[in-house]
């Protein structure tokens, strides 16, 4: 069975805009346990990607600072993002998303193939691919989303196997 964007795309995706606050964006992604989102031109196409890296690097070039508080190792060695600390330290309170976002968008449409999808991650360096058709957003594929494909694949497998 080959595995399709359909079979693993979220369609229920978290968006921004492109004129959020830059510390509504921390916080956005903070509170949906999200580490990027599309972001949306006032006509609902996508216009671009935004992530915590873009926003860290952002932060990171103006604040010319090499450990801001709010970015912190993990008891498991991940990069962690504190949204509270970035509310109270960021100074530049007026940039928005449109500022540090991704313009160019890494999409794909549903009957692309999980291989395929993980190949373009690969190439692109990118965590999520976009789903849809001509800008109009219809799901996301992260790289989390093919890992636990993987996961399920091989314990079927597994038991097939036994």
């Known amino acids: 069975m080959i595995l399709r964007a359909s079979d693993l795309m979220q369609k229920e995706v978290s968006t921004v805009t492109a004129d959020m606050s830059l510390r509504d964006f921390a916080n956005f992604l903070d509170d949906e346990g999200i580490h990027g989102a599309p972001v949306l031109g006032s006509d609902g196409h996508v216009i671009g990607v935004a992530s915590y890296t873009d926003l860290l690097r952002e932060v990171s070039e103006d604040e010319r600072v090499g450990n801001p508080s709010y970015f912190h190792m993990s008891d498991y060695g991940d990069a962690e993002f504190g949204a509270e600390d970035f509310d109270e330290e960021f100074r530049d309170s007026d940039r928005n998303v449109s ?9 794909a449409d ?5 291989g395929e999808l993980a190949g373009m991650m690969l190439e692109r360096g990118v965590h999520r691919i976009l789903i849809g058709d001509q800008g109009v957003l219809t799901g ?10 993987v996961s399920k694949y091989e314990e079927c497998f597994a038991k097939k196997s036994a």
Do not use: R
């Open 99 to 107: 500022e540090i976002m991704t313009l160019e968008v890494v999409m």
């Open 110 to 114: 549903q009957s692309t193939t999980a």
């Open 140 to 149: 996301i594929v992260t790289s989390t989303d093919l890992l636990k494909a």
